[in-house]
């Protein structure tokens, strides 16, 4: 056996002996670095996007057998991996050999986009099945909650992976396959029947290595050292207790959730860290009498199994808190944290917001602690457990052995209660635990215990509640008297850390009014029998529960063509990506002598830089240098308009400013030391927010678009409201942060892999910044992990400090921004404020109509006159308006400047149109789906900038959607049940929307390709589309087989590089299939026209014949295409113009569903119908209306940028604390119908733009949301006319459902703004 500082691991069936290994090393970067496995991928360095997962198998000595469980590598430390077995993706199944059926199934059902969140995907779903061969769709849902994806929508994941639980089908007996042909419809992926290649056969999975069972790995102490820190992993108790007495400080580690978090983000250093993970006392499991012992180390995932076993055996009143526990877990993280975390993790770290402390307080639970000096003791767990933020009453040199969590009697009743921003995997806005003991006659209270997370810097009992119910009878005057005494237990001031005070507020006595009812309730129903007993609102008791997911995708396919076109092929690469085998830029290997980069950025939103001090930076290990403005060889100015800096000089004007950068020999080296550049700066006044720039009447500029008289219209309109409303920014979340390598080459060359949307940008940015032509650069993109317009313009933040670095060190530079990194220095969507003036009649027609629009563009323009101009001109939606002037205003801030995301500004401005529909609809209490109707565009008729709409499919789009989704019958459905229903309101909503199609740049629409023919027949095409998951790859290659009428399997598209095809326009404004489809369409014209003598001269012949024919009749088989969209221009001078090639149309119907009492939601079901003329491939245009929806639906419902209102500092900068929508977020019934028989000649083969137009259709989401608050403030005799700004977060919608317990503090609450100094929304 190796010494204690050696390490044994296998990985992929292959054995590692690693000699002294560093602590603070993670298992993924061993992964990467050292065994070259880059399947597994860095998303977010946290555990919150689960692509990083992993299976860790080990064996288990006490229960003798095998144990396998996801992890996040991420934070998984490679000496805790001592012993055990580590499977990637890369170990089940490869292209180059056989696919594992769950990587075949993935690829298949076309639930890989992008890629980058695949491999991950994939893992969580092959542990399962080496769990459970046959899980249920609890377990899917279970197993995938941990993993986060930004392109698909979900559904296809989830569609796929159904063929291996016990309901394969989601649809049950409405299955296509069920139902036949005749039922007009089929699944995305034509899902085979199971067959024996496509079933999951667990005999077949590899081995676990035998030697990982010798006792030598699980009982021997081992201790590493690294450069900074000390790794323990004791075996006896003794020896755990002798450490915590020589290192009281120490940090003990189990699953490394918590302290690789603190590491990471929170620049906090242990220099000592002792695992408890193999001391035997500590992960025991002691069934009682009178409740469960854990040992501190059992991990949360073997707790709810524990405690299920216990519910199953034991009566129903004994088990109130297991219950509690096992439901609180359902939405405590990922998986892959339940399985490392230790029931200890969250009583010793003691977080104010753990959703198990409350739970544990209220509970009475008890714990045993022990030091080597004085022994054991037990503490029962009270309101003085928890002394102050982060402080407990356990001696520092004390360990937590074990926990009891005891049983309930039948007249004790628990409850545990968290509302979060996201349901599942989000750490709780506030939670808490309740307990009460009743009387034998169950009428007065004999105990009860209140615990609440979140209300202050420590989980927080309410000894003057508890007192002042103890004797009470359960009746309304203890309601009453129980909020009374919350208020004064629970104060919170204005200002304190999280925000939103009065919605924090609010929520405590809403959960004890929940639990109130539910006590009531359950009392009467133990005293009474059968219909004789009261029949209470059960809406604010029942929990909002979620079904498994189900849907159906209607599309037509051309079957009679042999060409590869017009059909639902899996994307290009999706077997690469569900294999891991698909290249990303930090996936490229690493040359021996290429160093890396970490950048140096802003911590103020407005200063003057005074010196910049990077002298301890230097001092550290492995430091080359620290660049700044000085060393740039060109130019230090970039950016679309020159009014950027690649390095700040004399002041910075954001926080996230990039200011410098370190270079050493690697990334541990270079980011540890960029913390340490000391920046003085002398503060100056900050804008942050729109309101802040209207103020200072600060702005880049302003448009303005007039169509009629509007002044006229609002004197004859018989109506008049004024208002104002806002919605927010949105992050982009790509799965795959910015990332690139330069590599400098003779001739002053250099070769740029940058993760990118334009190429040409970052090709001739790099030029300027070194003062070299630009055919000296040479920039490459084989694919993004996603884009969304983040990756167009700000790709060169990055790109640029690495290219100088490339041209100091003449060595290779790589640099991939860290998640928090990328959400600091980059911008997202541009948030927006309207204020607005309609006029209209009692019959709902819009007469007149005058918007302004104000944007936060940030500290540079970028890309937001463009994002100005179509929030301009798609503030129409689909709507013909008579008179209508809309003025754009780009607000200049102090935040790091927004920039181009999917949509461009159209859903911003299509966002206050509909919010001018639903406040007249309610002025008029007219339904608000016949305002939208009767305002349809038509045929013929024109915009407000003068365009005509030609082949104008929206009423199609809009009468289907309201067949399919039984419109009618259902609103009638929603209006019942809400009458029945308090506490939880249903909302449905029809929304239709138009989306212009080309560059708002006129240069913008063009493109080329290249077509290369080889003699053997095989075709490599070349094009300008960035291959970032909407399949533009794949759809290039349909083109090419149609055109050319050979197989897809003989063409081939490797990258895009600016050797190949230059001056390329960015991949954007959904132009990628259009603009490049031409111009591939082009080339291949010319080809063909080539081959025709040959083929004419051979008509019997093969495609390989006429080739080579050609060849050595030395006919060129090359071609260039070239193709410049027609007839665009626009002149807002006189609010006129062709700025669009043609427009696509959808709508959608949703219905949602409300807590009133918490402000949770869930989609219920959403239905679209989408004109995507005739789809090139159904199956990528469909994954494009789900994936964009689902996007939509975050950025309106759930995702809040929020900054520090002092500082202008980010604070939503990872998956931590911005969320974006999971697997359990989407619509729980989610059906997507192409439109058919709707070509489109302005566009290659009749097809239409789909990346952007879907996204606004996520608007009949919101707008259902605010339907239900309608009806809830309807009930409650409250203004229906009320402000509701997006997103609608569990506040908002809360808050705005007034009733006798919001009131208590909603007369300082105002919807406008965060109530509270501590956030702010940009």
Aim: charged share 20%; glycine share 8%; hydrophobic share 35%.
């Amino acid at each position: 056996m190796e010494d204690a500082s050696s390490l044994v691991l296998y990985v992929n069936g292959k054995k590692f002996c690693v000699d002294n290994p560093d602590p603070e090393d993670t298992l993924l970067q061993f992964l990467r670095e050292k065994c070259s496995l880059k399947g597994t991928k860095l998303g977010c360095a946290e555990g919150g996007c689960g692509a990083c997962t992993v299976m860790v198998s080990e064996w288990n000595e006490t229960e003798g057998k095998i144990l396998h469980y996801a992890v996040n590598a991420c934070l998984a430390r490679l000496v805790s991996m001592h012993g055990k077995s580590v499977i990637t993706v890369e170990g089940i199944g490869s292209t180059k050999t056989k696919l594992h059926v769950v990587q075949e199934r993935l690829a298949k059902s076309h639930g890989s986009q992008c890629g980058f969140c695949t491999p991950g995907i994939v893992m969580s779903m092959y542990t399962l099945l080496r769990n459970s061969p046959q899980p249920t769709q609890e377990d899917l849902m279970s197993a995938l909650e941990g993993n986060l994806c930004r392109c698909t929508g979900y559904r296809p994941i989830l569609e796929g992976f159904s063929q291996f639980t016990n309901m394969s089908c989601a649809m049950g007996d409405n299955c296509c396959k069920v139902k036949g042909p005749g039922s007009n419809s089929k699944p995305a992926d034509k899902q085979e029947e199971p067959t024996p290649q496509n079933v999951y056969d667990a005999s077949q999975e590899p081995i676990f290595p035998p030697e990982l069972k010798l006792k030598a790995f699980h009982k021997e102490f081992r201790h590493y050292r690294g450069e900074r820190v000390e790794w323990y992993r004791p075996v006896e108790l003794k020896e755990l207790l002798k450490l915590k007495k020589q290192y009281p400080s120490a940090r003990l580690v189990c699953g490394n959730t918590e302290v690789g978090v603190e590491v990471k983000f929170k620049g906090l250093h242990y220099p000592v860290i002792i695992a408890p993970t193999h001391v035997e006392e500590l992960n025991q499991v002691e069934v009682g009498e009178t409740g469960v012992w854990f040992g501190a180390s059992v991990t949360l995932t073997k707790m709810e199994k524990v405690l299920e076993e216990q519910i199953h055996s034991l009566p129903e009143h004994a088990t109130r808190i297991y219950s509690e526990i096992i439901e609180m877990l359902k939405w405590f993280a990922g998986r892959q944290i339940r399985n490392v975390s230790s029931i200890a993790g969250n009583l010793m770290t003691a977080s104010p917001i753990s959703d198990l402390n409350p739970l544990y307080l209220a509970a009475g639970v008890k714990i045993k602690v022990m030091s080597a000096d004085r022994g054991a003791r037990e503490i029962t767990l009270d309101g003085n457990f928890f002394i102050s933020y982060r402080k407990i009453a356990v001696e520092p040199d004390e360990v937590l052995i074990s926990v009891h969590i005891p049983q309930t009697s039948r007249c004790e009743f628990f409850a545990g209660y968290k509302q979060a921003h996201r349901k599942g995997d989000d750490i709780a806005t506030v939670n808490s635990g309740i307990r009460v003991k009743m009387d034998k006659t169950m009428k007065k209270v004999e105990e009860i215990s209140l615990a609440f997370g979140g209300m202050a810097p420590i989980t927080k009992t309410c000894p003057q509640t508890s007192a002042a119910l103890v004797g009470r009878e359960w009746d309304e005057a203890l309601l009453e008297e129980a909020i009374k005494c919350l208020k004064e237990d629970l104060p919170l001031a204005d200002g304190a850390p999280g925000g939103m005070i009065n919605y924090r507020k609010t929520l405590t006595i809403s959960f004890f009014f929940k639990f109130y009812e539910t006590v009531k309730y359950r009392i009467s129903k133990l005293q009474s029998s059968g219909e004789n007993g009261p029949k209470p609102d059960l809406s604010c008791i029942e929990r909002l529960e979620r079904g498994p997911t189900k849907g159906i995708q209607i599309y037509q396919e051309d079957t009679e063509n042999a060409s590869a076109c017009w059909k639902a092929l899996p994307a290009h690469s999706a077997e690469l990506q569900c294999s891991g085998e698909a290249q990303y830029v930090d996936d490229l290997p690493t040359y021996t002598d290429e160093l890396y980069m970490a950048l140096v950025f802003s911590s103020k939103a407005h200063a003057r830089i005074l010196s910049i001090d990077a002298s301890e930076a230097m001092k550290c290990s492995g430091v080359r240098s620290c660049l700044t403005a000085k060393d740039v060889p060109g130019s230090n100015n970039t950016g679309l308009f020159g009014d950027e800096l690649i390095f700040a000089a004399d002041e910075v004007t954001a926080h996230g400013q990039v200011i410098g950068a370190v270079i050493a020999d690697s990334q541990k080296h270079a980011q540890l030391a960029a913390k340490k550049v000391r920046v003085e700066y002398e503060n100056l006044p900050a804008l942050i927010t729109i309101q802040d720039a209207i103020k200072a009447n600060s702005f880049h500029g302003d448009r303005v678009l007039v169509k009629g008289d509007v002044e006229e219209g609002f004197t004859q309109a018989e109506h008049i409201l004024s208002g104002e409303i806002s919605v927010g920014g949105q992050d982009h979340f790509y799965l795959e942060t910015h990332s690139v390598l330069c590599v400098p080459s003779d001739h002053g060359e250099m070769e740029i892999f940058s993760s990118t949307q334009d190429v040409s940008l970052v090709q001739f940015a790099a030029a300027r910044a070194l003062k070299v032509p630009s055919n000296r650069i040479h920039v490459r993109t084989k694919r993004l992990g996603g884009g969304f317009g983040g990756k167009e313009s700000q790709s060169t933040y990055l790109a640029l400090p690495a290219a100088i670095a490339c041209r100091r060190h003449e060595v290779p530079i790589r640099c991939m921004l860290d998640r928090d990194e990328d959400m600091i220095i980059t911008g997202g969507r541009h948030p927006y404020l309207a204020k607005y003036k309609v006029g209209f009649n009692s019959d709902g027609k819009i007469i007149a109509c005058d918007v302004q629009l104000y944007s936060n563009a940030g500290n540079s323009l970028d890309l937001s006159i463009g994002v100005n101009d179509r929030a301009l001109t798609s503030i129409d939606n689909a709507y013909n308006i008579a008179n209508m002037r809309v003025q754009g205003w780009m607000c200049k801030t102090n935040i790091v400047s927004n920039t181009a995301f999917r949509g461009f500004g159209g859903p911003q401005g299509m966002f206050f149109m509909e919010h001018i529909i639903s406040e007249i609809s309610s002025k008029l209490k007219i339904e608000d789906t016949k305002i939208r109707e009767m305002h349809l565009y038509q045929e013929g008729d024109c915009t407000h900038y003068k365009q005509p709409i030609i082949n104008c499919n929206i009423s199609k789009c809009w009468q289907q959607v309201l067949q399919q989704s039984d419109y009618e019958t259902r609103k009638a459905e929603v209006i019942k049940y809400n009458s029945q229903n308090r506490y939880r309101k249903r909302g449905i909503c029809a929304m239709p929307t138009k989306y212009g199609i080309a560059f708002g740049v006129t240069f913008l629409n063009q493109a080329a390709a290249l077509v290369h023919i080889y003699k053997d027949g095989y075709v490599l095409l070349s094009h300008g589309g960035i291959e970032m998951g909407q399949g533009v790859f794949t759809k290039m290659i349909q083109v090419v087989s149609n055109a050319l009428d050979i197989p897809a399997s003989k063409i081939h598209t490797m990258e895009v590089s600016t050797t190949t095809v230059a001056n390329t326009s960015p991949t954007a404004a959904s132009t990628g299939s259009d603009l490049n489809g031409a111009a591939v369409l082009n080339a291949c014209e010319k080809l063909k026209e080539r081959l025709k003598p040959f083929v004419d001269a051979k008509p019997d012949g093969k495609w390989e014949d006429w080739v080579n024919d050609a060849y050595f009749a030395r006919v060129s088989l090359s071609a260039t295409g070239y193709y410049a969209t027609p007839d665009l221009y626009m002149d807002y001078s006189t609010s006129t113009g062709t700025p669009y090639a043609y427009f696509s149309f959808g709508a959608a119907v949703t219905e949602v569903e409300i807590d009133c009492l918490t402000g949770d939601h869930q989609l219920i079901r959403t239905d679209i119908v989408m004109d995507v003329g005739k789809s090139l491939n159904p199956a990528i245009d469909i994954g494009q209306i789900e994936g964009a929806f689902v996007q939509g639906y975050g950025w309106l419902c759930l995702e809040q940028v929020k900054m520090m209102a002092s500082t202008g500092t980010m604070l939503t900068c990872g998956p931590g604390n911005y969320k974006i929508p999971g697997f359990s977020n989407i619509p729980q019934e989610f059906n997507v119908t192409l439109l058919k028989d709707v070509p489109n000649v302005k566009a290659v083969y009749s097809s239409k733009a789909v990346g952007e137009p879907p996204l606004f259709l996520s608007a009949s989401a919101f707008f259902a949301i605010k339907s239900a608050v309608k009806a809830a403030r309807a009930e409650a005799g409250e203004d229906l006319n009320f402000i509701f700004n997006a997103p609608c977060t569990p506040e908002r919608i809360r808050m705005a459902c007034v009733d006798r317990l919001s009131s208590e503090f909603a007369s300082s609450y105002d919807p406008n703004i965060p109530p509270t100094s501590f956030f702010i929304q940009p």
